[in-house]
T-cell receptor, first 114, second 112 residues
């Protein structure tokens, strides 16, 4: 499982509340990613990080922010959750140091916004 | 940005038959093409990948082919078994941070 954990694994919250999801890795990988998975859309990239304090936006970044203050943790924050952000969120890391990336996923967090 | 299209969205085969899933992509700079298998309620698992300097790769019953000129790649599963039933995703990689762009997935059902 490439040493990736996510917390919480399940969360139910209400519209307008802030939510933070945590991704933790134990193997000192440089690249980390947040995806969301919705039926019919596959996995879509929200934000990614290429080092401590180095982050960038993905395809569906509106309404999300991220932070990476240390190598092992990558946090995804929904400042004010909306029902459209109900989804399964996966964190991923890249193991390869070369030009080809083998990307491995965490167990996922199922978020429901009521 | 990159656009990846995957077909078919659902596929049913008899046990022992072959299954083929196809993907096309738009970014000619894409250089890495992984395939993931996702069982219900689980995380996507990398099952095979191919790099841009290779045309075909096999791993037991699974093979992937790549046609860079036509910008398409395919997953082939032979002698399918019920445990092959899952959702399969293709993806491409481009960009300095090796971001992946995924297809929308194929639900494969292997009928006993």
């Amino acid at each position: 499982d490439a040493g990736i954990t996510q917390s919480p694994r399940h969360k139910v919250t209400e519209t307008g509340t802030p939510v933070t999801l945590r991704c933790h890795q134990t193997e000192n990988h440089r690249y980390m990613y947040w995806y969301r998975q919705d039926p019919g859309h596959g996995l879509r990239l929200i934000h990614y990080s290429y080092g401590v304090k180095d982050t960038d936006k993905g395809e569906v970044s509106d309404g999300y922010s991220v932070s990476r203050s240390k190598t092992e943790d990558f946090l995804l924050t929904l400042e004010s959750a909306t029902s459209s952000q109900t989804s399964v969120y996966f964190c991923a890391i890249t193991t390869s140091g070369g030009p080809y990336n083998e990307q491995f996923f965490g167990p996922g967090t199922r978020l429901t916004v009521l | 940005g990159e656009n990846v299209e995957q077909h078919p969205s659902t596929l049913s085969v008899q046990e022992g038959d072959s299954a083929v899933i196809k993907c096309t992509y738009s970014d000619s700079a894409s250089n890495y093409f992984p395939w993931y298998k996702q069982e219900l309620g689980k995380r996507p698992q990398l099952i095979i990948d191919i790099r841009s300097n290779v045309g075909e790769k096999k791993d037991q019953r699974i093979a992937v082919t790549l046609n860079k000129t036509a910008k398409h790649f395919s997953l082939h599963i032979t002698e399918t078994q019920p445990e092959d039933s899952a959702v399969y995703f293709c993806a491409t990689s481009s960009g300095s941070a090796r971001q992946l762009t995924f297809g929308s997935g194929t639900q494969l059902t292997v009928l006993p």
